[in-house]
Structures are given as C-alpha cells and as structure tokens.
C-alpha cells in the first residue's frame, strides 16, 4: 500500500533526479518498467519536471523499442537495473535507487508547472509505412479526458467509486485515463500482467481487492465470461469497454448484468483517449454514442461535407481533444489532421480524419460502421495490416506475403499471413524472426503459400488464400472415461484441442500457443474445453505460464496422475 502522501514525496524525489540529469519543460522520458507502484511513480515524477511521458513495455521487441527511443528522441530511461542493460545508448535512472529520499518539509525538486498546451505523453500507433508512429498529446487534452470520465461515471463523492483497477496495458494512451482516477482521490489497484491477461486471476482480483471500476477490451472481457465469470464482473460498480468494436452478443451478455453501469468508449489516440460514450442498458444494439464534452464528431462524405442524419460517411473529429500532431508527420499523416469549413462556422477549423465509418440516428446516437482503409483492432490495439506486411517482408526467407484480418463474426477477431517461402527457409523460422520485430498482438498466425494472388482491385486476394488453407481434422470422439488412458492418447486429444481452437491442421512439440495465434479468448476457449474433454480441474493460467505444446501436456500429465 501506498499513501498519497508517499507517492508524491517518491515523485518528488524521482523529478529533482531527472532535473538533474537535464529534463526541462517538454523533455521526453521513457518509462520501461514493470507493472507496480514505481510505475505510477515515474509517471508522476516525469510530469513534476514538466518532461513527457513515453511509456515502453519490458515485452516490447528490442528493434521496436530502439525505433521509439530514436523517434521521440528520449534520451533519459527511467527502468530497473535488470532492465537497463537494454538501454545501452540511454541515461537510465531507477525509481528507487537513484530517487534522493528529502527529509520530510524539504523541497527536493523545482516545481516549473505544466500548462494546458505543454506536452504529456506520447503514445505509438501502428503506423503505414510499416513504423509505429508517434503522436503527441497536452496535458489540456488529458485534463479534458479526466474531468468527462467524472461526468460519465457520476460518482461523487469519489469514495462511492473508491476502488479503480489499473487494468490497461502501458502500450495503450487508456493507461493515462485510468492513472486520471488519482486526481479524484480513488484508490489505484495496479494489477499485473498475469492477472491482466488470466480470467481466472482477475476474477479473484476483482473480489479479493474490491474493485469498484475496471476498463478493459471487449476481447478481456469475453474471456471472462467464457471462463464463467459473470459473477464477478456483477460485484463491480461500473465497467468501461473501449479499444475494439463490440459484437451483438456481447452488447446483449453485458446489458443484462445486474447493478452494474457498463459504458462502451470510443476514440483514436490523436483525439486523447475517448470522443465519444454510450451506457449500453440505454441501447439496445452496439453503439458508440454520443460525443463529450468539448468534442465535435461530424459524419462527412468524401468531400469532407456533412452528410444528413442516417447516412454513412467518416467521423471526423474537433476540439480540444484533437492531439498536437505526430512526433514526425510525413505527407499521407498529416492528412489526418486537416482543416475544413462547417456550416454557420466563421472559418476553418482543426480536424481528424479518423478514417472510421459512422452514421448518426435521427436521436442523435452515433454508430461506428468500420473502417475505410487496412487499420483493424485487435484486443483493444491498433493495428495497421501495411505495418505487419512490412515486417514480414523484411525478414529473411519472405519472397512473399499477405497480411488481412480474421473475423467469424462472433466478436473474436485474430491476424493471419501468408507467406511465399524462399528455398530452405522454414515458417518457424520466420515466426521467430518475426517475434524479434513486432509487439504479441501484432503477430499473425501464419500459413504457408505458393503463390499470392490478385483481386480485381491489384490487393492480395485474401479471401481466395483462406479458401486454400489446408483445415484441420475434425476432433475425434472422447473416450467415456479418461482414467485408463495413456499419455499419448491424451497429447492426442489435447493435440485435438489446439488445432479446433487455433484453426491449425496440425501442432508439433515445438509450437508455442501464442505463436501460433493464441490470445486471451482462445486460451480460455482452449483450457475450457481441455477440462470438458479430459474431466479435469485446470486452471486457465496454465496455458500462460506454459505456452508451448510439450511443456503444456506435461502439465497436463501431472494434473492427470494427481487427480
């Protein structure tokens, strides 16, 4: 536990070093540590300096994580000892060892105070080019988010919304939000990655810390109810979802839960977080809502004029959420940001092209329709297909390759490729190369290919490359009863299971879950099914603590005999 007065003397502390080592107004830091106190630390401190925040996951890839140290131009890391070894090029601090403790009533740090339009944070997108792109974000902008999430959630006194979970990845401009919730005096429960990411854990978590708010993806929390969760998610207060559209069943599922305020947020990182909200129990299909204060969405046509109420067209976003622009804007990005005249307005005004499809009802809601380019979601992230595709074309043995999207229509939604093999090279090969350029949820699950070929358009005919994708089996019958079996014959079924999931013709010891094109909601529909078919009490984070095909059954073996 850690009381505000603690976290500001340790921000304090951490913000007199970093003044030290030259952060000024605007500076930006990197922030690489693990989920914890001295994160939430670090962030503070870096604002108490008046420097901008850039928040790098420990997971990220080292190729990955030099571009945004080289881009943003972060010159000071704030990490751990163990950590830093990855920084060679960087001045690296850690919170604790390298903080001054002062004595209590001593001032340990200049105080310069940050304004509405100094910098915050930068947070990276996929970007087209085949680079994540930086975008730059005020504090204004983040003051903005904060003060309409209090408005949204209708909780004052703060103590009837007392406990917060910190839930949302560091790779996500959401994380900022939910850090937002100290400025209301609430209680910040920092929850680490495997509770993150194992329904089972955050089920536990939600009841074992009293969690009164979580925001999290769709995608985490279909997990949850696949796992038989509902219950928890019924002890929280409020539920906010954002990051990737929301299906029909879910809406439906979620609706449904008792006592609990469930708001689907939605907004692209250049418009700081969120623009829009809609409490699903007042909608009766998915929708995003309506806008926030102090932003404008408008539904415009191709030459960017309104289009009237029911029509589709690109929502496009003004105000004061807008971001200042991108760290390097080249010709295609800065289209993004652009200026247009509205009707009875005096003159141009700033907007995003959010290169979303939209319409608004005659009520006024807004409903997101999808998207106009090659950018898709994935677990509540952003990612452009061209950036993938370019990844995968710079790894060596890709003569070759086509990236699109999987979507079953049933809300789960997964990357594919496929790739036109050079002589010798393997697609193990190229996962492993690929796994050294890109963050987990950018990586594909990957099919091998002879050829691409072409639709009338000049694209990768994707839809005739899924034709062609060998299936897999169908999953033998189970046995009546499992205690004679031998373990091959469980490895078998087990074997079974991973394909029906992971749709894959055939698994080999090697083969890693995740690598495969395992997330969150087949992990859970993977060991859920492994209890049903072997009558066996696993729990879920199994597959997260041992992800590959052999080490799994192992544990799967040992569970067996010890039943």
Same mark, same amino acid.
């Given at each position: 536990?850690?009381?505000?007065?603690?976290?500001?003397?340790?921000?304090?502390?951490?913000?007199?070093?970093?003044?030290?080592?030259?952060?000024?107004?605007?500076?930006?830091?990197?922030?690489?540590?693990?989920?914890?106190?001295?994160?939430?630390?670090?962030?503070?401190?870096?604002?108490?300096?008046?420097?901008?925040?850039?928040?790098?996951?420990?997971?990220?890839?080292?190729?990955?994580?030099?571009?945004?140290?080289?881009?943003?131009?972060?010159?000071?890391?704030?990490?751990?000892?163990?950590?830093?070894?990855?920084?060679?090029?960087?001045?690296?601090?850690?919170?604790?060892? @390298?903080?001054?403790?002062?004595?209590?009533?001593?001032?340990?740090?200049?105080?310069? +105070?940050?304004?509405? @339009?100094?910098?915050?944070?930068?947070?990276? /997108?996929?970007?087209?080019?085949?680079?994540?792109?930086?975008?730059?974000?005020?504090?204004?902008?983040?003051?903005?988010?904060?003060?309409?999430?209090?408005?949204?959630? @209708?909780?004052?006194?703060?103590?009837?919304?007392?406990?917060?979970?910190?839930?949302?990845?560091?790779?996500?401009?959401?994380?900022?939000?939910?850090?937002?919730?100290?400025?209301?005096?609430?209680?910040?429960?920092?929850?680490?990655? #495997?509770?993150?990411?194992?329904?089972?854990?955050?089920?536990?978590?939600?009841?074992?810390?009293?969690?009164?708010?979580?925001?999290?993806?769709?995608?985490?929390?279909?997990?949850?109810?696949?796992?038989?969760?509902?219950?928890?998610?019924?002890?929280?207060?409020?539920?906010?979802?954002? +990051?990737?559209?929301?299906?029909?069943?879910?809406?439906?599922?979620?609706?449904?839960?008792?006592?609990?305020?469930?708001?689907?947020?939605?907004?692209?990182?250049?418009?700081?977080?969120?623009?829009?909200?809609?409490?699903?129990?007042?909608?009766?299909?998915?929708?995003?809502?309506?806008?926030?204060?102090?932003?404008?969405?408008?539904?415009?046509?191709?030459?960017?004029?309104?289009?009237?109420? +029911?029509?589709?067209?690109?929502?496009?976003?003004?105000?004061?959420?807008?971001?200042?622009?991108?760290?390097?804007?080249?010709?295609?990005?800065?289209?993004?940001?652009?200026?247009?005249?509205?009707?009875?307005?005096?003159?141009?005004?700033?907007?995003?092209?959010?290169?979303?499809?939209?319409?608004?009802?005659?009520?006024?809601?807004?409903?997101?329709?999808?998207? /106009?380019?090659?950018?898709?979601?994935?677990?509540?992230?952003?990612?452009?297909?061209?950036?993938?595709?370019?990844?995968?074309?710079?790894?060596?043995?890709?003569?070759?390759?086509?990236?699109?999207?999987?979507?079953?229509?049933?809300?789960?939604?997964?990357?594919?490729?496929?790739?036109?093999?050079?002589?010798?090279?393997?697609?193990?090969?190229?996962?492993?190369?690929?796994?050294?350029?890109?963050?987990?949820?950018?990586?594909?699950?990957?099919?091998?290919?002879?050829?691409?070929?072409?639709?009338?358009?000049?694209? #990768?005919?994707?839809?005739?490359?899924?034709?062609?994708?060998?299936?897999?089996?169908? /999953?033998?019958?189970?046995?009546?009863?499992?205690?004679?079996?031998?373990?091959?014959?469980?490895?078998?079924?087990?074997?079974?299971?991973?394909?029906?999931?992971?749709?894959?013709?055939?698994?080999?010891?090697?083969?890693?879950?995740?690598?495969?094109?395992?997330?969150?909601?087949?992990?859970?529909?993977?060991?859920?099914?492994?209890?049903?078919?072997?009558?066996?009490?696993?729990?879920?984070?199994?597959?997260?603590?041992?992800?590959?095909?052999?080490?799994?059954?192992?544990?799967?073996?040992?569970?067996?005999?010890?039943?």
């Amino acid at each position: 536990m850690v009381t505000y007065g603690e976290l500001m003397e340790r921000a304090s502390a951490l913000a007199a070093r970093l003044q030290e080592v030259g952060v000024r107004r605007e500076s930006p830091v990197a922030v690489c540590l693990p989920r914890g106190a001295d994160l939430v630390t670090s962030v503070l401190g870096i604002w108490l300096a008046a420097g901008a925040c850039l928040l790098i996951d420990p997971d990220t890839p080292r190729s990955r994580r030099d571009h945004l140290l080289r881009d943003s131009e972060s010159r000071v890391v704030v990490t751990t000892p163990e950590l830093a070894v990855g920084f060679p090029s960087a001045r690296t601090l850690t919170p604790a060892a @390298d903080g001054h403790r002062p004595e209590r009533g001593t001032p340990v740090a200049a105080r310069p +105070g940050v304004h509405d @339009d100094d910098l915050a944070y930068l947070v990276y /997108t996929s970007g087209t080019t085949g680079a994540p792109k930086g975008v730059l974000v005020e504090h204004g902008s983040l003051a903005a988010v904060a003060a309409a999430h209090e408005d949204v959630l @209708d909780s004052r006194p703060a103590r009837l919304l007392s406990r917060v979970a910190l839930n949302s990845s560091t790779a996500s401009d959401v994380f900022y939000s939910d850090l937002a919730h100290l400025a209301s005096g609430r209680t910040l429960v920092i929850l680490d990655e #495997a509770t993150r990411r194992d329904p089972d854990r955050l089920a536990h978590g939600i009841r074992a810390f009293g969690i009164d708010v979580l925001n999290g993806t769709p995608t985490q929390i279909r997990a949850m109810l696949l796992a038989g969760h509902a219950d928890a998610l019924a002890a929280l207060k409020t539920l906010i979802l954002g +990051g990737e559209p929301i299906d029909r069943n879910l809406w439906d599922r979620l609706r449904s839960l008792p006592h609990v305020r469930v708001h689907n947020f939605y907004g692209p990182s250049e418009c700081t977080i969120d623009v829009t909200t809609a409490e699903l129990a007042r909608h009766r299909h998915p929708v995003i809502g309506s806008e926030r204060p102090g932003t404008s969405v408008w539904i415009l046509d191709e030459d960017l004029r309104p289009v009237p109420d +029911g029509q589709s067209g690109e929502i496009c976003v003004t105000g004061t959420s807008l971001a200042r622009g991108y760290t390097h804007p080249g010709p295609a990005e800065s289209a993004r940001f652009t200026h247009l005249h509205l009707p009875g307005g005096s003159g141009p005004v700033r907007v995003y092209r959010t290169g979303d499809m939209g319409r608004r009802d005659t009520a006024g809601v807004l409903e997101f329709l999808g998207r /106009t380019d090659d950018q898709v979601s994935i677990s509540g992230y952003r990612v452009e297909l061209g950036e993938v595709e370019a990844a995968l074309r710079g790894c060596d043995g890709v003569r070759d390759t086509a990236v699109g999207l999987e979507d079953d229509g049933s809300g789960e939604r997964r990357l594919e490729a496929w790739v036109v093999l050079a002589e010798h090279s393997t697609l193990d090969q190229i996962r492993q190369a690929l796994a050294d350029r890109l963050p987990r949820h950018m990586l594909p699950r990957l099919h091998g290919a002879g050829a691409i070929p072409m639709g009338p358009t000049g694209k #990768a005919d994707t839809t005739a490359l899924r034709a062609a994708v060998t299936q897999p089996p169908t /999953t033998p019958a189970t046995p009546e009863t499992t205690e004679t079996m031998t373990e091959e014959a469980v490895h078998g079924i087990v074997e079974s299971i991973w394909c029906d999931t992971l749709g894959v013709a055939a698994v080999t010891p090697s083969d890693d879950f995740f690598d495969l094109g395992g997330d969150s909601v087949r992990a859970t529909q993977m060991v859920v099914l492994a209890r049903e078919r072997l009558t066996l009490g696993i729990p879920i984070r199994t597959i997260f603590d041992h992800s590959g095909f052999a080490v799994f059954c192992k544990e799967i073996d040992a569970a067996m005999r010890a039943r």
